[in-house]
């Protein structure tokens, strides 16, 4: 008895083979379905109706983004580095209940970071959050290798770009980061992140 061929349809195939993006690429939206991070880093934005950005997370490997997990109108994805990304059904998603939890911790870890009251003390969370989430080892302390421009940052912490690098030179004088190319930052180690206003 012959087995029947099963035709695999090209847009499956598709969309369940990885893609590359180049940094700043827009992840296209897809119907029914998400996107999961392979590699680099992407983050989840809205824009107001003056037109500036509001960042609503950031991402990286192995986790899931896209429109089914967010009300936000509009709503988009954009890669802050290369990014290898797998298009994945929203009905072929095995492990639900864990990519619902990440977004909602994450909500939660940003709503904390925005309720300080003063600036400085934002980014310097928002720098902390980064490091446990994507920090690696290096030998002077925690190497940050999102390449987030300081237009990015103060766009994730509500803020502007010529506060953040105000902040940030501050910050690199008295010890904490240190900034390096391609919009890389190294955190220093110190006790509590102890720094002077």
Request: proline content about 4%; charged content about 20%.
């Amino acid at each position: 008895m012959n087995q029947p061929m099963i035709a695999s349809s090209p847009t499956l195939l598709k969309l369940t083979q990885p893609q590359r993006f180049p940094a700043r690429a827009i992840l296209p939206s897809r119907p029914n379905s998400l996107w999961k991070i392979k590699s680099g880093f992407v983050r989840t934005l809205t824009w107001l109706e003056d037109g500036n950005n509001v960042a609503l997370g950031i991402w990286g490997e192995g986790d899931v983004v896209g429109a089914m997990l967010s009300k936000a109108d509009p709503f988009q994805i954009e890669c802050l580095t290369k990014v290898e990304a797998i298009a994945v059904p929203f009905s072929e998603l095995r492990n639900a209940t864990e990519v619902l939890l990440a977004h909602l911790h994450q909500v939660e870890a940003l709503m904390q970071i925005h309720s300080h009251r003063r600036i400085d003390m934002v980014l310097l969370k928002f720098l902390e959050w980064l490091d446990k989430r994507f920090g690696q080892d290096v030998e002077n302390g925690r190497l940050l290798n999102l390449r987030l421009t300081h237009q990015d940052i103060a766009e994730a912490i509500g803020s502007t770009r010529v506060t953040v690098t105000r902040i940030l030179n501050q910050f690199e004088r008295q010890g904490v980061v240190q900034c390096l190319s391609l919009q890389r930052i190294v955190l220093h180690e110190q006790d509590g992140w102890h720094y002077q206003i």
